[in-house]
T-cell receptor, first 114, second 115 residues
Framework: DSGVTQTPKHLITATGQRVTLRCSPR?????VYWYQQSLDQGLQFLIQ???????AKGNILERFSAQQFPDLHSELNLSSLELGDSALYFC?????????????FGQGTRLTVV | GDSVTQMEGPVTLSEEAFLTINCTYT??????LFWYVQYPGEGLQLLLK?????DKGSNKGFEATYRKETTSFHLEKGSVQVSDSAVYFC??????????????FGQGTILTVHP
């Protein structure tokens, strides 16, 4: 158990809908990362938050947004969903958002868009 | 930009066979290098890492050496077990610019070990 909790584990929704994925980082970790794992794109970095502030952005679509709350949990919001958004979404956390600080991954949320 | 290339899979081996999974990288700065493992139905776990040239990371019988001259970080294990069956990801973490600890992953290599 990595200590990173993601909910829900599975989500099935229809095209055009909006969903929210939730991540609780390890106790004491200030940084949260979101990654998308899909068959065609592999594992891609989406966005990083550190202590409530956005720190780095990757290949995140405009239809997607995220935030980190004062209690350090994070939510990834996906809207106007398309079939191609079906993927496994991972959250990871680390003590600091810097190089050489180990990132611990949650078990992921599997999103299926039908 | 940064990128990681892993050998194409899947890889199928018999128990006690020797394993090599090739990984090469392209990075603008001087990255740290990692191998992560993903067991079925689970998240990624750090297997080993190396932060500078010629460093050797090792864990659970797996090893990888940071080769700056060939921009490589190949994963090896002398004798695989059925329990090593998983997906293996090579990744880099760049020190420069605004990377702030994000990981760039290879495409993953599926390893299946038969008894």
């Amino acid at each position: 158990d990595s200590g990173v909790t993601q909910t829900p584990k599975h989500l099935i929704t229809a095209t055009g809908q909006r969903v929210t994925l939730r991540c609780s980082p390890r106790s004491g970790d200030l940084s949260v990362y979101w990654y998308q794992q899909s068959l065609d794109q592999g594992l891609q970095f989406l966005i990083q938050y550190y202590n409530g502030e956005e720190r780095a952005k990757g290949n995140i679509l405009e239809r997607f947004s995220a935030q980190q709350f004062p209690d350090l949990h994070s939510e990834l919001n996906l809207s106007s969903l398309e079939l191609g958004d079906s993927a496994l979404y991972f959250c990871a956390s680390s003590v600091e958002g810097r190089v050489n600080t180990e990132a611990f991954f949650g078990q992921g949320t599997r999103l299926t868009v039908v | 930009g940064d990128s990681v290339t892993q050998m194409e899979g899947p890889v199928t081996l018999s128990e006690e066979a020797f394993l090599t999974i090739n990984c090469t990288y392209t990075a603008t700065g001087y990255p740290s290098l990692f191998w992560y493992v993903q067991y079925p139905g689970e998240g990624l776990q750090l297997l080993l890492k190396a932060t500078k040239a010629d460093d050797k990371g090792s864990n659970k019988g797996f090893e990888a050496t940071y080769r700056k001259e060939t921009t490589s970080f190949h994963l090896e294990k002398g004798s695989v077990q059925v329990s090593d069956s998983a997906v293996y990801f090579c990744a880099l973490q760049n020190r420069g610019g605004t990377s702030y600890g994000k990981l760039t992953f290879g495409q993953g290599t599926i390893l299946t070990v038969h008894p």
